[in-house]
């Protein structure tokens, strides 16, 4: 399986956009960290990340890498709570969706509390900071090779 992580908007701040919320890591550390875990782990998988601040952007790549074999990984960042363009194109794809943010978004404001893709996702994962990625990878990528 191909995992993709999807990143939106303002995420390519991560390092230093409010550290005490969002840590000092950046998605570029991450990836290497993902890359070398799934050699390891999950040697016939791999992963790519990427990162939109266009939401027209983030929804081709979206429809483009769309398939029965794909595995999504995304957290939207703000689109979560506000996008339906975002919203109705993950209702249409094959691949299997995982939401993921590392805040704890349902102990935070009220508005965050709102994910309007969350229903046409497999699950979602808050506030495990970027464990939540790799739990997210591992539920997508037990449940394609069919391990009970
Ligand atoms: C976030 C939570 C969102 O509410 C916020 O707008 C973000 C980051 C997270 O990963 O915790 O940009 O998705």
């Known amino acids: 399986m ?6 939106g ?3 390519d701040q991560l390092g230093h956009r409010q550290p005490a919320i969002y840590g000092h890591q950046t998605l570029a550390d991450q990836l290497t960290l993902w890359e070398s875990w799934m050699a390891n782990s999950w040697p016939a998988s791999s992963v ?12 081709r790549f ?7 074999d794909a595995g999504v990984v995304i957290n939207p960042g703000a689109w979560t709570h506000s996008s339906i363009p975002l919203r109705d194109a993950v209702a249409g794809l094959r691949a299997k969706v995982v939401e993921v943010h590392l805040s704890h ?11 309007l893709l969350a229903p046409f996702t497999k699950g979602t994962i808050s506030g ?4 939540g990625y790799r739990f997210a990878m591992e539920a997508l990528l037990v449940e394609a090779a069919d391990i009970p």
């Open 2 to 7: 191909k995992v993709y992580i999807v990143h």
């Open 9 to 11: 908007i303002n995420l």
């Open 48 to 59: 790519e990340a990427v990162q939109f601040n266009d939401e027209d952007a983030l929804i």
């Open 62 to 68: 979206l429809q483009a890498v769309d398939g029965e």
């Open 105 to 115: 978004t349902y102990a935070r404001e009220a508005f965050r509390r709102v994910s």
């Open 128 to 131: 495990m900071g970027w464990l």
